[in-house]
């Protein structure tokens, strides 16, 4: 009989996370998550060609829509693709598919992964990152991210009603706010590299360059889309200068 993932002994490496991390369970599990995902694709789809006579939208008009919503989506999702391929050392696929892929922010999930494994006094990628601290951090996420979507679906009507209370009296502090905390949240994570060693801060200045000269090409030339790889250029320049570094 096929055990439980949780009650499997594990492998005689307890570094060796990708014994784990590529259990046929979780395959299993991420093949649901994109079936419910297709499905949910389908059924909007459906919908908005009933909804499109509504609103004067023809046939052609609404072939053009899918088109083009196509055609913008390939910039973000390459960008997710190179953040997920930076990550599948640590998570591997099915954790990096499903939580980064589809329904999660690789910058919320390997913030929470750190913290989780912080707690254990492990920290991610070196030898203190065991099996066990994996299956932690993973269940962190994964309970993260389904909080976050129970939260969405319960707290959407409620905090609607505050927040257009909020913007009558004082429409900016809804924008400074919730930006404000995510800066704080994940400059406190970044800070806490740069007393480790001269490669962590070359690490941290040039990720941090390239971020926002992504922003601001983005602003100065109108192109969005430099938001959405923002994120995968600054890791990437960020491990070429850490090689580069740790090569001098």
Known sequence: MHQPLALQPLANDPTNIMAVANNPVLWICVAGVFGVIIIQSVIF????????????????DIKTSFRSGAVSAIGPSLAVCLVAIALLGLFGAPAVLVRIGLIGSAAYEVSAASVSAGTMGAKLGDASYTQSVFAVAFFVMSIGGAMWMLATLILTPLLRKGDAKIRSVNPAAMAIVPAAALIGAFSCLGLTELPKSGTHVLSFVVSAAVMGIC??????????????????????????????????
């Open 45 to 60: 789809m459906k919908a908005a060609r009933r909804a499109a006579p509504s609103v004067d939208m023809s046939t052609q």
């Open 215 to 248: 922003l601001l090409l983005a602003k100065r030339l109108g192109r969005s889309w430099l938001r959405e790889w923002g994120l995968g250029f600054s890791i990437v320049f960020g491990l070429v200068a850490a090689y580069f570094a740790v090569g001098a």
